[in-house]
Antibody, heavy 118, light 108 residues
Framework: QVQLVQSGAEVKKPGASVTVSCKAS????????MHWARQAPGQGLEWMGW????????NYAQKFLGRVTMTRDTSITTAYMELSRLRSDDTAFYFC???????????WGQGMLVTVSS | SYVLTQPPSVSVAPGKTARITCGAN??????VHWYQQRPGQAPLLVLY???DRPSGIPERFSGSNSENTAILTISGVEGGDEADYYC???????????FGGGTKLTVL
């Protein structure tokens, strides 16, 4: 079945970087854009950007420009999201999501908790 | 930037109809998608393209979108429908995705 499996929780210090991975299976990885969103504890969803796994093109939300980098490795059907210069307010669950049809997100990863604390 | 406005909360008795709105300027010209998120879980797509249901989503979930308001309607609400609901669109002017702030549905 189609699924996205993300890496495990991480704790980082302020100023550090974190990389979240998203392993896709059950479909042709290069056929669907991969999006990233995050959700701070008790808060709503926040879109971060997308990557086109076919050619590596990216589009980042204005808020994260300069701090986020999205990449992929097609040989292992995995997408990555790196967020740098972490702050305490970056503490959140980070989700990858597959885009389909009209740009809706039809498959989501299980989420990965990133905690930023000194 | 394009802003989607949802009521923070909606309450409904079991068996009744819940309506969750998503307001924005000329949202009727966009495709709106809706997600259900239960505590501790990833979001789940319940409607796409304003009114289409993915496989496995009950017919009780329906949608509409006109002018400045999109609506998610849940008929015959059940206890298992208690969750947060988010609307989502693509803003063509910025080529960015936008989520609404979310609505907590409480089943009384």
């Amino acid at each position: 079945q189609v699924q996205l499996v993300q890496s495990g929780a991480e704790v980082k210090k302020p100023g550090a970087s974190v990389t979240v991975s998203c392993k896709a299976s059950g479909y042709t990885f290069t056929d669907h854009y991969m999006h990233w969103a995050r959700q701070a504890p008790g808060q709503g969803l926040e879109w971060m950007g997308w990557i086109n796994p076919n050619n590596g093109d990216t589009n980042y939300a204005q808020k994260f420009l300069g701090r986020v980098t999205m990449t992929r490795d097609t040989s292992i059907t995995t997408a990555y999201m790196e967020l740098s210069r972490l702050r305490s307010d970056d503490t959140a669950f980070y989700f990858c999501a597959r885009a389909a049809r009209k740009g809706d997100f039809d498959v989501w990863g299980q989420g990965m908790l990133v905690t930023v604390s000194s | 930037s394009y802003v989607l406005t949802q009521p923070p909360s909606v309450s409904v008795a079991p068996g009744k109809t819940a309506r969750i709105t998503c307001g924005a300027n000329n949202i009727g010209s966009k495709s709106v998608h809706w997600y259900q998120q239960r505590p501790g879980q990833a979001p789940l797509l319940v409607l796409y393209n304003d009114r289409d249901r993915p496989s496995g989503i009950p017919e009780r979930f329906s949608g509409s979108n006109s002018e400045n308001t999109a609506i998610l309607t849940i008929s015959g609400v059940e206890g298992g429908d208690e969750a947060d609901y988010y609307c989502h669109v693509w803003d063509s002017s910025s080529d960015h995705m936008v989520f609404g702030g979310g609505t907590k549905l409480t089943v009384l």
